[in-house]
């Protein structure tokens, strides 16, 4: 500060105050005891086999051979999605057909495209087979399509008669099946109609 007759100068000085700040790290500590246990690594079979299927057989069997076999991927794990019928849903890639006829009776040349890269699957050798499902059957749902509804509580036994005759229909081609996921994502029906893929609400309740 300086003063020159009766005015006063101030002269401002800036100071630059650095800051260091040392973090603080807690230890860890990593378990040798297995907390859960992978069974494999895999892929889903939605949607992409009702696009594949309309390639040459050549172009499907090469991508058959990158998905599953040793000198490609190796997936050791295939979700296959069995299809409700894709009634009221708008994108056909997204609407697997159905075997389901009517109780106790199928229509097991339906859903080529599924069926084909899950039999692909098994004659590579993939350990484990999973047969998932968005919907059940459009006749057994609330709304008689394959979106937009609810499970009917008390069709749980004509729903599951009708998943484990499609496993042994497929164990006896030579596909084993060994998981079944009978309700894939079930807090949403994927609604309103027409649906963009298939779904069904199960509740809590149910």
Not at 57 to 64: D, E, F, I, V
Not at 90 to 108: I, L, W
Request: hydrophobic share 40%.
């Amino acid at each position: 500060m300086t003063r020159n007759k009766n005015k006063i100068k101030i002269l401002l000085v800036p100071t630059l105050l650095l800051w260091t700040f040392v973090p603080i790290v807690n230890a860890a500590t990593v378990s040798s005891t297995p907390a859960q246990t992978f069974h494999g690594i895999g892929g889903s079979g939605a949607w992409w086999p009702n696009d594949l299927i309309n390639f040459p057989l050549s172009t499907r069997q090469n991508l058959s051979s990158l998905l599953f076999s040793p000198s490609g991927l190796g997936l050791s794990s295939y979700r296959y999605n069995v299809g409700a019928g894709g009634v009221n849903v708008s994108n056909p890639t997204r609407a697997p057909e159905t075997f389901y006829v009517a109780p106790g009776v199928y229509d097991f040349s339906k859903d080529a495209a599924g069926v084909y890269f899950l039999t692909q699957a098994a004659a590579f050798g993939v350990q484990h087979l999973t047969m998932f499902a968005n919907s059940a059957p459009a006749p057994l749902t609330s709304g008689k399509a394959s979106c937009n509804g609810q499970f009917v509580s008390g069709t749980g036994e004509a729903y599951g008669t009708f998943l484990g005759d499609v496993v042994q229909h497929f164990r006896g081609t030579g596909v084993g099946i060994n998981f079944v996921s009978p309700m894939n994502e079930p807090d949403s029906s994927f609604g309103p109609s027409p649906c963009g893929q298939e779904g069904m609400q199960v509740l809590p309740s149910q």
